[in-house]
């Protein structure tokens, strides 16, 4: 009976102090949007930049095409007068970024939500073939590496905490064309400002200088340090961790197994909630660790 009350009282003051902060406590995550858009579905989006090169498309202004960040800055929604998301200076594209406050916000990315907010759809999108194709060539051939990545489609993002807590992840597509989602999670941010190309291959594990899965720093990065994956995300199956307070983590994502990076392409929304264990207050711990001594106490009298 006596370690019952002690079990309800804990339960009560735990649940009371949770009470307590939702109750006077609100967060609201931020979600920013790259403005870069292309004309085909198959064009990498979210050049963080761009620039007239002279040769892919003359007198156009496109990505940086392998020049590292020259040009121009692309206007983002979301940030201070549209300057790049969370200070990021890396050269590789980003399509988008989230800033989360406290344990239990959540965020959404998609191109209704950019519209929502900000009166602009932002291209969120990526290849049923992206993160990791079907192994097939382009004529339906099986290819002699299997199964690969594609730079190209992959989106890439950034995630920020402001507190220590889970983050969870679940994608879905928005025209229903794949349900099959893979997830690769990097502590860090691109920090290279050099060359930089979207061209070409990843999460190649069968090619000649294979790619892994855990691999470090793809398509040339510097500062991102794997931490994870997952080859099975969709609206029910998610993929967490561990986001520490302050730092930024990068979330690569693409479609998986439906074709390859060119063909498939679909738009996405992308969930995200976080969960952080509420700790308990000291005084509940002296509370508890008073009943104990009192349960042992009795225990001793009735044996004597």
Known sequence: MIKTKLAKAITVAIAGTALSMSATTTFASTTMYNTFTTTATSATDGWTRTFDNGTT??????????????????????????????GYTGSSHLNWAVKLSGAGDSATISAADSLAKYGT???????????????????????????????HQTDIGIIQSDVAQFVTLNLSTIGGTFSRFGVTVFDGVDTNTANYSHHGAW???????????????????TGLTNVGYSDNVNSVDSYSFLAEAGKQYSVYLGGVGFSRWNTGVDGYALNIKTTSPVPLPGAVWLFGSALAGFVGLRRRKLAA
């Open 57 to 86: 498309s003359p007198g156009i202004a496109t990505g940086p095409q392998s020049q590292g960040n020259k040009g121009s800055i692309v206007p983002w929604l979301g940030t201070s007068a549209g300057a790049l998301p969370l």
């Open 121 to 151: 759809a932002a291209e969120i999108d990526t290849g049923g073939g992206a993160w990791n194709d079907n192994g097939l060539n382009a004529s339906g051939v099986a290819t002699t590496t299997g199964p690969t990545g594609w730079r």
């Open 203 to 221: 999460n190649a594990p069968g090619a000649t200088t294979p790619s892994l899965f855990t691999k470090s720093n793809p398509f040339g990065t």
